[in-house]
Nanobody
Framework: QLVESGGGLVQAGGSLRLSCTAS????????MGWFRQAPGKERRFVAT????????YYAEFAKGRFTISRENDKNMLYLEMNDLNLDDTAVYYC?????????????????WGQGTQVSVSS
């Protein structure tokens, strides 16, 4: 089970840190990802991280502003988001897959959280 938290309302230029708590065993066996879905739009890839945390990959819009990280001993995944803008408004989802690399497509993931709302105001 994956549970996201940390969303909320923030002004443009502000920051938020999203968390994803994983229950069950062997969190370190899963590559993880963050996706987002804005109203009326398709779900989009945001960032992904390998099982060990040694490799990460970002969507172009996230590079330089967002940082994905994980703490396997705490079963936690994070997304640090800085310099937020109106286009970042969306529901953010964490996802898990047992693959051995990192993954940018939603179809690669087996488990999803319920999402957390991020709203950026001007």
């Amino acid at each position: 089970q994956l549970v996201e938290s940390g969303g909320g309302l923030v002004q443009a230029g502000g920051s938020l840190r999203l968390s994803c708590t994983a229950s069950g065993r062997a969190f370190g066996d899963y590559a993880m990802g963050w996706f987002r879905q804005a109203p009326g739009k398709e779900r989009r890839f945001v960032a992904t991280i390998t099982r060990s945390g040694g490799m990460t990959y970002y969507a172009e819009f996230a590079k330089g502003r967002f940082t994905i990280s994980r703490e396997n001993d705490k079963n936690m995944l994070y997304l640090e988001m800085n310099d937020l803008n109106l286009d970042d408004t969306a529901v953010y989802y964490c996802a898990a897959t047992q693959g051995g690399s990192y993954y940018v497509t939603g179809a690669s993931y087996d488990y999803w959280g319920q999402g957390t709302q991020v709203s950026v105001s001007s």
